[in-house]
């Protein structure tokens, strides 16, 4: 009968509806990895950050410290003309030459002390951002795992739900009906029946001629929505 089948249909709507869903959660899963696999690179970037500032930072400490051993040489050069001149002018004016090259150098003493606390600081900085990338890489993998699982367990339940559409599908009287309507559900918004309420389509909400109402429910023949295409079940 016309309208067993339908009913038939209706159940395996639903069915269908279910499906959907399940492979919908099911195409979310890698967009749960995309998240965690951005939270890991953005780690990674901050590392990088961290190393950079570590490495100009010791390399203009480097520097710092070939320019102050160059300053001390000097100084050593000028207190030993300092006692090797024999007028007062002279002797003062390489005394003050060697006062004025030892504060530079005691400024330059404390900038690299400084930076040599930077360092430190570094090194800590370093070794956080290195515990941070293990958290994300440990956090992806156990995303990883557990989309995996939900992935084997969204597949059992997908394959229980197809197993049951068979088991509708198997009682319909007329299987072209089931083609009809798997064409009208893809082009549809996966659904390929409606009921109706009065005179109303339940997918589109558009109002049947009076007529067409009466005729879905004879049974008599399968009556489609003018507006949407959909097969009509009273």
């Given at each position: 009968m016309l309208k067993t089948?339908?009913?038939?249909?209706?159940?395996?709507?639903?069915?269908?509806?279910?499906?959907?869903e399940i492979e919908s959660s099911k195409a979310d899963i890698p967009k749960q990895l995309g998240g965690q696999q951005a939270a890991l690179a953005a780690a990674q970037a901050a590392l990088l950050v961290v190393k950079k500032s570590g490495d100009e930072s010791l390399k203009n400490r480097k520097l710092q410290e070939l320019e102050l051993a160059a300053k001390m040489q000097d100084i050593k050069k000028l207190q030993e003309q300092q006692y090797a001149v024999k007028d007062n002018n002279s002797y003062a004016a390489i005394k003050h030459e060697i006062q004025t090259r030892s504060e530079e150098a005691g400024k330059m003493e404390v900038i690299i002390i400084t930076a040599m606390i930077e360092e430190d600081n570094h090194k800590n900085k370093l070794a956080e951002s290195n515990s941070a990338i293990k958290t994300e890489e440990d956090k992806l993998k156990q995303l990883e795992a557990k989309c995996i699982e939900d992935g084997k367990s969204l597949d059992k339940d997908i394959e229980a739900v197809r197993k049951q559409r068979e088991a509708e599908t198997s009682k319909l009287e007329n299987i072209t009906l089931l083609k009809k309507y798997e064409e009208i559900r893809a082009g549809a918004g996966g659904k390929g029946i409606a009921k109706i309420e009065g005179t109303s389509c339940q997918c589109c909400f558009m109002n049947l001629r009076p007529q067409e109402a009466i005729e879905v429910r004879k049974y008599e023949k399968v009556i489609f929505c003018e507006s949407c295409g959909r097969m009509l079940y009273n």
């Open positions: 089948d339908l009913e038939v249909l209706l159940k395996i709507q639903e069915l269908d509806s279910k499906m959907d």
